[in-house]
Nanobody, 117 residues
């Protein structure tokens, strides 16, 4: 079992920045993948960014160059640094983990990011 708790969401103006954090309930050193998804009103949940064991990162095309995913293994935390935010980035952001690369997916409860124009 893994509990994931997100923080860092809020209201920001277009062009601004936010950093989301996701604290895991146990060590993430051996986790196969962690990442961030988002879901905007009326839309399906979509992958934003992921980091795979070994450090490989993957980003959605619409956030490349603006968002950066990283981990701090000492704090069991994954971050999402979001720069140059746009109104279309408004969504609930969910932390995701799959420790083994198969089987159970774990999700946080989400944190709301609102970007005003």
């Amino acid at each position: 079992q893994v509990q994931l708790v997100e923080s860092g969401g809020g209201l920001v103006q277009s062009g601004g920045s936010l950093r989301l954090s996701c604290a895991a309930s146990r060590s993430i050193v051996s986790f196969y993948v962690m990442g961030w998804y988002r879901q905007a009103p009326g839309k399906e949940r979509e992958l934003v960014a992921a980091i795979i064991s070994g450090g490989t990162t993957n980003y959605a095309d619409n956030v490349k160059g603006r968002f950066t995913i990283s981990t701090d293994n000492a704090k069991n935390t994954v971050y999402l640094q979001m720069n140059s935010l746009k109104p279309e980035d408004t969504a609930v952001y969910y932390c995701y983990a799959n420790p083994l690369g198969y089987g159970t997916d774990y999700w946080g409860k989400g944190t709301l990011v609102t970007v005003s124009s």
